[in-house]
């Protein structure tokens, strides 16, 4: 309910359907159904808001597709020492800016809600 009362309201409802997006704990389908059912948002708010939230998961899976096929299957990465050291940094990137993201919009929670 108090997510669904911030969503509405015009203060933070777009970055509340956002960080909706970027939990790692709800699924696409639920996201999609507790936004269309329960609350009323705009094509275009969902339209960015599912754009934005979704943005890093689709940059990190395509540089993951782009080192396994640079190198080869996942078992050809992590046999060569290059292979390895790019996954680690790549993951090592995105573990660093995920927790950023988070701290980032936990500091956002509580200036703004």
């Known amino acids: 309910l ?5 969503i509405d309201g015009e203060q933070a409802g777009f970055l509340m359907q956002v960080l909706l997006r970027e939990s790692p704990l709800t699924t696409f389908g639920l996201a999609n159904t ?3 059912a329960f609350c009323h948002v705009s094509v275009g708010k969902y339209i960015c808001s599912s754009y934005i939230g979704q943005l890093r998961s689709i940059i990190m899976l395509t540089n993951i597709g ?3 096929r640079n190198v080869g ?3 050809e990465v992590m046999a060569s ?3 390895r050291r790019d996954l680690i940094i790549n993951l090592s990137v995105w573990l660093v800016a ?4 988070f701290v980032f919009f936990r ?3 509580v200036r703004v809600l």
Do not use: C, Q
């Not at 108090?2 to 911030?6: C, F, I, P």
């Open 34 to 36: 507790f936004l269309g």
């Open 81 to 83: 020492a290059e292979g």
């Open 66 to 68: 782009v080192l396994v």
């Open 73 to 75: 299957t996942f078992d």
């Open 2 to 6: 108090a997510a669904r009362h911030v």
């Open 107 to 109: 500091y956002l929670m």
């Open 98 to 101: 995920l927790v950023g993201l």
